[in-house]
């Protein structure tokens, strides 16, 4: 549970709507994101999580609504749109490291190409942040030689890179095997406790309950609950939440 939430808005989601041709994949959506804060989005397969995490730093486009990021309204092309994505830190299922380049080299290249620092500079930072999520001997490496949590630690350390305001994270966890899940989530736990303001999509409960300053519900492309943790998890609202619920596996 992160300490350090604070009142100051960073990520406002305004009446969004969004169209896939006849289908609607979100409706309706108003979501505040404080600095510091860790909100959890959850719900069934095709509620909309992760269509509304990739709407944040624009990888899907808004058929209505406004969202902002630290009181700017997302831009919708160019320039302004790469400044605003390099604010916007995103772990995606699927690690997209770049095969040809080192562990250093997938986490330097943002940093240098995008915010032109120093080759020397990038690269001290890297090998801290590599460090930092447990992976800093493999930094010479490929990532074909890396396991799938090595890698997917790696994709974190490449966007805290490029030190951004918030991290969206689409499913980090759900093409792992189940041993590697702990120790991407003990990284990402580490963050939250660290002040870094998160947008998680996962089916990690466990996570939810732990690390999440709220959870939110999604289903049908709505936000049905938005709650601290124990309140969703002891006494959902809805009946669609009750009824997502009582399906998980429990032991």
Known sequence: ????????PLVVVENVQK?????????DVDLTVHKGEVVV?????GSGKSTLCRTINRLETITSGTITIDGEELPKEGKGLAALRA???????SFN???????????????????????????REAKVLLDRVGVGQQASKLPAQLSGGQQQRVAIARSLAMNPKVMLFDEPTSALDPEMINEVLDVMIGLAADGMTMIVV????GF??????????????RILEDQKPDDF?????????????SKLITH
């Open 208 to 221: 939810a309950r732990k690390a999440a300053d709220r959870v939110v519900f999604m289903a049908d492309g």
């Open 41 to 45: 989005v959850i719900g069934p397969s």
């Open 97 to 123: 490291l770049f095969a040809h380049l080192t562990i250093l080299e997938n986490v330097t290249l943002g940093p240098i190409k995008v915010r032109k620092m120093k080759k020397a500079d990038a690269e």
């Open 1 to 8: 549970m992160s300490v350090t939430a604070t009142a100051d």
């Open 202 to 205: 996962t089916h990690e409960m």
């Open 233 to 245: 998890f002891t006494h959902p609202q809805t009946d669609r939440a009750k009824d997502f619920l």
């Open 87 to 93: 604010d916007v830190g995103m772990v995606f299922q």
């Open 19 to 27: 169209h896939y041709g006849e289908f609607q994949a979100l409706t």
